[in-house]
């Protein structure tokens, strides 16, 4: 809806990942945590993908590790800021990547696809493994974007990811609420991990299965906190931010309200990650709209 206040205004989102292309590893922190954790979880699961889709690929990296785990699969790499393709076209040359590829099963191009999660430019059922590590909070419509990874998994195909929950970056949104009035929105709006497991079965996709982590970043100033974001492309995108510049006055209202969380000498900054994955169900599964069957047992007294 054009009317929803914390609608993600995609072009300022392209721009700032664009601009972010060549400080964001040095920042990503979280992200790099968070990538390991998911290459963990594919451990505990018996897969041998042909084509893996990594949707929202930023530098590269979770498609570096993808190679490297999985060196016979074609790694498809996508993200809707050019820049972050160029980027990951320098990592897979300076890690290595393409030797071994063309030493190994001799494949020698890369598969890079400039384009949005909510409509992917991919064949319907040609993808084994979708892979999205933080990425989908910057979608508009998490129904679409369920839908298109739906869309292009092969039947029993799976779908992992990672996105951030409502607790991430709270104490940023109170203190810049109460530093503006609440007159603007400050931090984007996340979604809670039910409505997201909810908006998986919508999309029909079966037996998914979701978790919390939390993590909290430490630092010693509120400028701090605000380059790391800027570091890393993570630019309040939402129609309902403040335009223009707000001042001194405003950042020093802003610093004042977030001394509050101050603890053992530093400013924590929250990340609520919520971790998902769940299969696409074989077509003879499949009812129409998607709805997959569910089989109850009568319980015997």
């Known amino acids: 809806m054009t009317d929803d206040i914390y609608r993600i205004d995609k072009a300022r989102a392209r721009a700032s990942f664009g601009r972010a292309a060549e400080t964001y590893d ?9 990538r390991e954790e998911m290459l963990t979880r594919l451990d505990l699961v018996k897969l041998n993908p042909q084509v893996i889709l990594d949707a929202g690929c930023g530098t590269g990296l979770g498609s570096h590790a993808l190679q490297r785990k999985y060196p016979a699969s074609q790694v498809v790499s996508l993200d809707f800021a050019y820049p972050m393709l160029q980027q990951t076209r320098k990592t897979y040359s300076s890690i290595g990547v393409l030797p071994l590829l063309k030493s190994l099963v001799g494949i020698t191009k890369q598969r890079l696809v400039c384009a949005d999660i909510e409509a992917l430019p991919i064949t319907n059922s040609s993808i084994s493994l979708v892979w999205s590590n ?5 979608c508009n419509d998490l129904d679409a974007a369920l839908q298109q990874f739906h869309r292009v998994l092969q039947p029993e195909g799976l779908l992992m990811f990672s996105t951030f929950g409502p607790d991430t970056l709270r104490e940023l949104r109170v203190a810049t609420s109460a530093a503006s009035g609440s007159e603007y929105t400050s931090v984007s709006r996340f979604i809670d991990m039910h409505d997201i497991g909810d908006a998986l079965v919508r999309a029909g996709f079966s037996a998914p299965v979701l978790d919390v982590e939390r993590f909290t970043l430490t630092y010693d100033d509120v400028k701090s906190v605000m380059r790391d974001l800027k570091n890393i492309g993570a630019h309040n995108a939402t129609d309902g931010r403040a335009r223009g510049l707000l001042g001194r006055s405003f950042f020093a209202k802003l610093e004042a309200e977030y001394e509050q969380f101050r ?9 609520e990650v919520v971790y998902g994955h769940a299969w696409r169900a074989k077509d003879k599964e499949m009812l129409p709209d998607g709805a997959v069957p569910i089989n109850f047992t009568r319980k015997k007294y």
């Open 134 to 138: 933080l990425a989908i909070q910057w």
């Open 26 to 34: 040095a920042a990503a922190i979280l992200q790099k945590q968070v």
């Open 263 to 271: 603890q053992d000498g530093k400013l924590p900054a929250t990340f």
